[in-house]
């Protein structure tokens, strides 16, 4: 009779736990999507931006997850690092970040100081983004013509 209780125990606390385990694993799925799994896509314009003008460029990057695309970022949240550049390029800077289709950010870029110009050629650009709702990385591409 003994090891009979003892077993129904064991059964009885092995029911508890699991139950509690599913109830874990269901509250972290659903939060996963919002906080989990960003994709990032980039795609460039020159825009105006041409080699010897200070012109603005446009970097664009669509930000999205399972759940749809991710709105309403702060400009904050996304650096842009030059990975190559023409030879003797200037140093470029984000110049701002706007929102301007729902989960898609237009990254202005423009030569560091007045002084700089754009160089003609391919840059390579790093876009890293960091936020509330998770981190990513993505390669762009940006040809300045003559």
């Known amino acids: 009779m003994k090891q009979r209780r003892v077993v129904r125990g064991f059964i009885g606390t092995g029911v508890v736990v699991a139950v509690a385990l599913a109830a874990v694993l269901l509250t972290a ?13 980039t795609a460039s314009s020159p825009e105006a931006a041409a080699s010897g003008n200070r012109n603005e ?17 702060p400009g904050g949240s996304f650096s842009v690092a030059v990975l190559t550049a023409p030879t003797g390029a200037a140093p470029i800077v984000k110049s701002g970040v706007t929102e301007s289709v729902s989960g898609i950010y ?6 560091e100081l007045s002084a700089h110009r754009w160089s003609s050629g391919t840059y390579i650009l790093g876009v890293t983004l960091t936020s509330a709702n998770g981190s990513g990385i993505a390669l762009a591409e ?4 003559r």
Do not use: D, H, K, W
Request: charged content about 10%; aromatic content about 4%; overall charge neutral.
């Open 142 to 145: 940006l040809v300045i013509e």
């Open 106 to 111: 237009r990254i202005g870029l423009t030569p």
């Open 29 to 41: 799925s659903t939060l996963a999507p919002t906080t989990q799994g960003l994709i990032l896509q």
């Open 57 to 73: 460029a446009a970097l664009f990057v669509s930000v999205y997850n399972e759940a749809g695309s991710v709105r309403g970022l």
